[in-house]
């Protein structure tokens, strides 16, 4: 990193009034995205996949993630693990693809075998032909190489190195924040996700969703009902900012239909929803009847991929009479999505300009955006990168 950029940096933490925004190198330069991989999140809690990504016990899928081959697997009784999807003999990729594990989990090259909870439970002629075992292999100790992991909200979290504090004491702000919303929600099936390839840094996604200010020009139809001025930010330095609004309308169908209501919540989420980032890469939305989370999947430093699923309150609403409705409110948060589109790539291209000095911000309207850049700029310094 040059010493300008690293100026650059540490300016990020000034006040939002003077303060710059991330320096160009953040977004577009390969070196720098691998640092940032490392330090933010190999060090912290990252968003994987979803529970339903796995259709039932005895499943596994081999996941990607940074140029990590990792391997996401059920066991018998349902509970999700993730694995380095390697073999602990000589490193071979166990899974290529989604599969349902009726037997043992068997690597291609020599055969040896693990259970779904990671266990290796046989290695043919590792002693030589005909003997399965021998005193140097010690299987108890060679099982699979177990990620750190944690499931909230449907959405499977991972701390690579095994060093963040455990999930709920680093996200305690964010779960008091909505302890009314910790009960039972159901994934709405194949009508209630899908997938948008983005252009564009995966910082650029947080910082747009993160921030209202930009509703009238690029959601004109969201801000004809729920206004620009219904808005307010949501912001904490622990690890997540956003906003919420005062003006939340419920999907109703022709009949006046609505999705079933959380039970026990407070009458301010009548009317009230919230829409906050979990740094680094999960962003969330809740509302009375539903809600959503996204997943940000970085592929190098000017790709993303979102992967977008929909959750709701009751088990009677992902059932077949409300699949009109569930399909409408998909499509509905889809054209939301993809008119964000253009400007989080527009802001990619936008990088390239060797002029661009990070930006300013808004103190009124950018502090979301701006408690996101502290967060990146403090978390880099402080684990030695600038």
């Known amino acids: 990193m040059s010493a300008s950029s690293d100026r650059q940096l540490h300016n990020v933490l000034g006040d939002i009034a003077t303060a710059n925004g991330l320096p160009n190198a953040h977004y577009i330069d390969p070196q720098t995205f691998d640092q940032e991989a490392h330090q933010l999140f190999n060090r912290q809690w990252a968003a994987l996949a979803f529970e339903h990504d796995l259709p039932g016990p005895g499943h596994v899928k081999p996941i990607e993630f940074l140029g990590q081959p990792l391997l996401l697997a059920s066991d018998r009784d349902g509970q999700i693990r993730v694995f380095f999807n390697v073999c602990r003999h000589?490193?071979?990729?166990?899974?290529?693809?989604?599969?349902?594990?009726?037997?043992?989990?068997?690597?291609?090259y020599h055969s040896w075998c693990y259970d779904l909870a990671g266990n290796l439970r046989?290695?043919?002629?590792v002693g030589g032909p005909g003997h399965n075992v021998h005193d140097a292999v010690c299987a108890e100790k060679l099982g699979l190489i177990e990620v750190r992991s944690h499931i909230w909200r449907n959405i499977v979290f991972i701390n690579l190195d095994g060093t963040a504090p455990s999930f709920e004491n680093a996200n305690s702000e964010l779960i008091e924040r909505w302890a009314e919303f910790e009960k039972p929600i159901y994934f709405g099936a194949a009508d209630s996700t899908f997938e948008l390839k983005l252009k564009t840094n995966w910082k650029l996604a947080v910082e747009n969703y993160c921030e209202s200010y930009h509703l009238p020009w690029v959601h004109p139809a969201l801000n004809s009902y729920s206004r620009l001025e219904d808005h307010y930010n949501i912001e904490s330095p622990d690890g997540f900012s956003g906003q919420g609004t005062h003006v939340y309308r419920q999907l109703k169908d022709a009949d006046?239909?609505?999705?079933?209501?959380?039970?026990?919540?407070?009458?301010?989420?009548?009317?009230?929803?919230?829409?906050i980032a979990l740094y680094p890469n999960v962003l969330l939305g809740v509302h009375r009847d539903h809600s959503f989370a996204i997943i940000l999947v970085p592929d190098g430093p000017a790709k993303t991929t979102e992967r977008i699923g929909l959750?709701?309150?009751?088990?009677?609403?992902?059932?077949?009479?409300?699949?009109?409705?569930r399909a409408a409110n998909t499509k509905q948060w889809k054209v939301v999505f993809e008119e964000d589109i253009f400007v989080v790539e527009g802001m990619q291209r936008g990088r390239s300009a060797n002029g661009f000095d990070g930006g300013r911000f808004s103190p009124v309207m950018d502090g979301p955006t701006h408690n996101f850049h502290q967060w990146v700029a403090s978390n880099l310094i402080n684990n030695g990168q600038a």
């Open 122 to 125: 046989a290695t043919p002629h």
């Open 90 to 108: 000589r490193g071979m990729i166990l899974v290529d693809e989604p599969r349902e594990v009726t037997g043992a989990l068997r690597c291609p």
């Open 256 to 275: 006046g239909t609505t999705f079933p209501d959380m039970e026990g919540l407070a009458s301010k989420w009548d009317a009230a929803a919230e829409y």
């Open 311 to 325: 959750f709701y309150h009751k088990p009677e609403a992902v059932e077949e009479s409300f699949a009109p409705l």
